[in-house]
C-alpha cells in the first residue's frame, strides 16, 4: 500500500513524548489507516536521544523516520521541512507533546478529503482547553486570536493542530510563505491560494496539558507574532492598510487590559 497521508511533528526536546505518541497515533488510525500513512518528526538536533528512540519504533515496524536539523531553528521552519518532505496527499501537523489527542487524527484526515485545508479547534461546542492551562496563555491565546479576525474565518487559527491537502502549498508562490514565528497554520490560512468556494474543515477536540517535557513558548514569541501579523495584514489588505494594523494594536491593548481588569475584580 502506497502512502498517502503524511502526520508532521515539530520536536524539541521531546525524546519521552515519542514513543507514547507513535504507538497511540498508529493504533488510532487502525491497520488500514496504518499502512498508508508516515509519521516525520523535525528535530532541532535535541540530541536527547530522540534519533534511538525513533529508530527503535522503526525496527518494531512502524513507518516513522526523524528528521535532524542541525543549521535551522524554530517551530514553522520545522513544519514547512516536513511538509515538504511528506510523501502523502494529505497532511496532518500536531505537536509532540500530546497536548493533541492522536485519536483525534483520523478525523482530521477525513475531513481532509474534502476540504482543502483543517483546523482541529479548541473552540467549539463539548471541547475546550484542560483547566490546568495557565490563566495568562488563555488570555494571550484569545487576544491573538482576536486579532486574526480580519485575516480567516477559523475559529481557531492558532492552533497547532492542522492539516492540508499538500497541492496547495506546492500551488504557493516562492518565497510567500514566511517560515519565521510560531502560528504557522495562520501563515499558511492567510497565503496558500485555497479555493474560495471550499470552506475550512474544523474538527473539534480537546486541548490537555503537558505531562512530560516543556513548553518552549516566551515572550520572543509574542512579539515574533505582532510582527507576523502586521505583516500578513500588508500581504492581504495592503501597505495603505497599516493604519488598520494600528488599530487593531490599540484594540488588543485595550482588551488585554479588559480581561486583566475582569480577572481581578
Ligand atoms: N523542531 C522544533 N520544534 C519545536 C520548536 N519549538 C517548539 N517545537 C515543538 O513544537 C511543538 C509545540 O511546542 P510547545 O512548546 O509545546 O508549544 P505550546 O506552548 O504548547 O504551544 C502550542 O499550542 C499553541 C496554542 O496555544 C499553538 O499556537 C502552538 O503552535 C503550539 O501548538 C512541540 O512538539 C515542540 O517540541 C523548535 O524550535 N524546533
Ligand atoms: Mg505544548
Request: hydrophobic share 40%.
Amino acid at each position: 500500500m502506497s502512502i498517502t497521508q503524511s502526520v508532521i511533528v515539530p520536536a524539541y526536546k521531546e525524546k519521552l513524548n515519542i514513543k507514547p505518541l507513535t504507538t497511540r497515533l498508529f493504533a488510532a488510525l487502525g491497520n488500514d489507516g496504518a499502512k498508508s500513512t508516515e509519521l516525520i518528526f523535525v528535530d532541532d538536533n535535541s540530541q536527547d536521544g530522540s534519533v534511538e528512540e525513533v529508530e527503535a519504533l522503526q525496527k518494531q515496524g512502524y513507518d516513522v523516520r526523524i528528521i535532524v536539523r542541525t543549521t535551522e531553528r524554530g517551530l514553522s521552519s520545522a513544519v514547512l521541512r516536513g511538509f515538504y518532505e511528506a510523501k502523502g496527499d494529505y497532511i496532518i501537523c500536531m505537536d509532540a507533546d500530546l497536548q493533541h489527542p492522536p485519536e483525534s487524527v483520523p478525523s482530521l484526515f477525513d475531513n481532509l478529503k474534502t476540504h482543502p485545508f483543517v483546523i482541529g479547534t479548541r473552540y467549539a461546542p463539548g471541547v475546550g482547553i484542560d483547566k490546568d492551562w495557565p490563566l495568562y496563555r488563555r488570555v494571550i491565546s484569545s487576544t491573538a486570536r482576536m486579532m486574526a479576525r480580519p485575516l480567516t474565518t477559523a475559529s481557531d487559527p492558532m492552533s497547532g493542530f492542522f492539516g492540508l491537502q499538500k497541492k496547495y502549498l506546492l500551488e504557493a508562490k516562492d518565497g510567500d510563505i514566511d517560515s519565521k514565528g510560531f502560528k504557522i497554520a495562520l501563515e499558511l490560512l492567510a497565503k496558500l491560494p485555497l479555493p474560495a468556494d471550499k470552506p475550512i474543515g474544523e474538527v473539534p477536540f480537546s486541548f490537555g496539558v503537558r505531562t512530560e517535557g516543556e513548553s518552549k513558548l516566551s515572550g520572543k514569541v509574542i512579539i515574533q507574532y505582532l510582527e507576523q501579523l502586521k505583516e500578513l495584514y500588508v500581504f492581504k489588505f495592503g501597505a495603505n492598510n497599516l493604519v488598520l494594523f494600528l488599530l487593531f494594536a490599540i484594540i488588543l491593548v485595550l482588551y488585554i487590559l479588559y480581561q486583566f481588569y475582569s480577572l481581578l475584580f
